[in-house]
């Protein structure tokens, strides 16, 4: 038998990173010892502006805390780890220095926001985000929640490097 998708009935669904849910494993093989690694999606934050959605996975293997910020209107997938005690606050400049270097501003924009799961955001509807380049690879994803500034440092990942398991 078959299923209304042409699937048969019982198959896993086809996973996509608009598609995860908590429990699911990302395995990441960039090649990179900072973001390799066997992945549990904890939570999901859809984001979505106008027709363009992008999401950011909550992600951990064992202490490792990792965000993947994909999409199509990105133009590089991102892997980074959150960043505490970053000092910044209200509105992002164009330019953050960081110990790896000079971060510029590359896109901003403003997002209307869905969840799933554990993903240590604000409970709010609304969200700004920025993308910081320092070189080809190097990155930074910053969200603004009101007053509330979430931030992420890592390197771009190239979506070939992902590999998506549904969870048991």
Do not use: C, F
Not at 102 to 119: D, E, K, N, W
Request: proline content about 5%; charged content about 25%.
């Amino acid at each position: 038998m078959t299923s209304a998708t042409g699937e048969p009935d019982g198959a896993p669904p086809d996973l996509s990173v608009d598609t995860l849910r908590p429990g699911d494993v990302v395995i990441v093989s960039a090649g990179e010892s900072d973001s390799d690694g066997d992945y549990i999606v904890e939570g999901v934050v859809n984001l979505r502006e106008g027709a363009d959605a992008t999401s950011v996975v909550n992600l951990v293997d064992g202490s490792r805390k990792r965000w993947l910020v994909a999409g199509r209107a990105l133009a590089h997938w991102m892997m980074v780890e959150p960043v505490s005690g970053h000092g910044l606050s209200g509105e992002p400049p164009r330019n953050i220095r960081r110990d790896s270097g000079l971060y510029s501003l590359q896109r901003r924009g403003q997002a209307s926001v869905a969840t799933i799961g554990r993903h240590g955001r604000p409970d709010t509807s609304r969200v700004a985000t920025y993308v910081y380049e320092a070189s080809l690879h190097e990155v930074l994803w910053l969200e603004r929640w009101g007053h509330e500034v979430l931030l992420g440092q890592g390197r771009t990942i190239d979506d070939s490097a992902i590999s998506l398991l549904p969870g048991s």
